[in-house]
């Protein structure tokens, strides 16, 4: 029985591995003004990988509108997907709509800001 070999690093990766990847990338990806990650926070509404053009958009959000952190959250986000294997581009897309709420917050992010349980 022959193993599969692993993935070179010239191999195309699946639109899943690359979503997978930038996943994790935006784990550390932190809100200057909590330490929770932006995925945490509930901050990314998607994250979608267009292989063809090497791609990844990302919708997110900030916790308000004027968040003084918003342009550094953002050029996080940017800078760390920048990084992810496959990807080219990264496009962030800012929305408010829907309009972000503490109902977004992982178990992980209320755990780490001190809040209850859901």
Not at 17 to 27: D, G, T
Not at 87 to 111: M, N
Request: aromatic fraction near 4%; hydrophobic fraction near 35%.
């Amino acid at each position: 029985m022959s193993e599969t070999p692993p993935p070179s690093s010239t191999s195309p990766r699946t639109s899943d591995q690359v979503i997978a990847e930038a996943h994790e990338a935006l784990l550390e990806v932190m809100d200057p003004e909590t330490g929770i990650s932006v995925v945490d926070l509930g901050l990314i509404y998607d994250t979608r990988f267009v292989p063809e053009q090497r791609l990844v958009e990302v919708t997110m959000t900030l916790t308000t509108p004027a968040c003084p952190a918003g342009d550094a959250i953002t050029a996080g986000v940017q800078r760390r997907l920048e990084r992810v294997a496959g990807v080219d581009k990264v496009r962030v897309e800012l929305t408010f709509e829907p309009r972000w709420t503490k109902d977004r917050i992982t178990e992980a992010g209320r755990r780490a800001l001190g809040l209850g349980a859901r």
